[in-house]
């Protein structure tokens, strides 16, 4: 005989099933690129290295060493590509994840923001081990890695992660609609950070004309405010945190508002989109 499961309605009962969900859906996008969670995180680490690498080399045969910043050269680049790469990677992460279409929204009790939930922590996950894996080798190498504010830049880093998590929410809600022309748009942002984000420079080393192409970045005031707390005597003058602050308050609000449009008018025909 069929019966219907008792659920409790009590809102802590809610709660732990809201978080195991979570859980378990963040623990299928970390392994969505590859089977073994641990070949995922060597994969985004090779990733890292392999800018980390080429920014060393361009830096070195233009003959740019630090950028005018006192302090370990390499710590300059990390400092650079950990923020790029941890806001990038949110937001694609986020952008990719399943929407109100998929077929995963057909388990119970699934829906599009533990979805995005779980590609936004995933990507966390992801990017944090990186981070700490390559700092430790660095560390265990040269035992150069002096950090003047751990606490300072540990939060620009997660204000990195959020930011790139509220802009994929607002290419995720309008991906339905334009599938094709969002992804463009996506791919194009994420390819200009590659120069505007500022990880190849600082801004108080900018000419006062230049300021203007790259402070409309958040990604770019973010790197610069990073570098403020690794290096001591660094120390920013034309950056700062609640710019990117509020223009990530206000792409959560558009995102989440879009989501919700979204995902009450969403067609299963539109999985053939995705």
């Known amino acids: ?14 709660a732990y099933r809201t978080l ?46 630090g950028a ?7 710590m300059y680049v990390l400092s650079g590509v950990f923020l790029f790469m941890t806001f990038t990677k949110t937001m694609g992460a986020v ?27 995933s990507s966390l996950y992801i990017q944090a081990m990186s981070v700490l894996v ?8 040269t035992h150069n890695v002096a950090i003047h504010d751990p606490g300072g830049a540990a939060k620009v880093m997660l204000l990195a992660w959020t930011g790139g998590a509220a802009l994929g929410m607002v290419f995720l809600a309008a991906k339905p609609w334009a599938p094709n022309g969002t992804k463009m748009i996506q791919t194009i942002f994420s390819r ?8 190849m420079f600082v801004a108080n080393t900018l000419p006062a004309f230049m300021l203007p192409l ?32 509020w223009i990530m308050v206000g792409c959560m609000m558009i995102g989440l508002m879009g989501e919700f449009y979204t995902r009450r008018r969403a067609s299963i025909s539109w999985s053939a989109a995705r």
């Open 214 to 245: 790259f402070a409309w970045n958040p990604l770019f005031h973010l790197i610069d405010q990073m570098r403020g707390y690794v290096f001591l005597n660094y120390t920013p003058r034309h950056t700062n945190l609640e710019y990117p602050f």
């Open 95 to 121: 952008f990719g994840s399943e929407g109100p279409a998929s077929p995963m929204m057909k388990h119970p009790t699934m829906n599009t923001m533990v979805a995005i939930g779980a590609a936004a922590l």
């Open 68 to 74: 005018g910043l006192r302090g370990d050269f390499m």
């Open 192 to 199: 200009v950070n590659m120069f505007a984000s500022g990880k």
């Open 1 to 14: 005989m069929f019966r219907v499961e008792e659920r409790s309605t009590n809102s802590f009962a809610t």
């Open 134 to 141: 390559i700092l430790t080798g660095y560390q265990l190498v």
């Open 20 to 65: 195991s969900l979570i859980y378990h859906a963040t623990v299928r996008s970390v392994r969505k690129t590859h089977g073994n969670a641990l070949v995922s995180l060597f994969i985004n680490l090779f990733q890292t290295i392999v800018f980390v690498v080429a920014f060393y080399v361009i830096f070195q045969l233009l003959g740019v060493r």
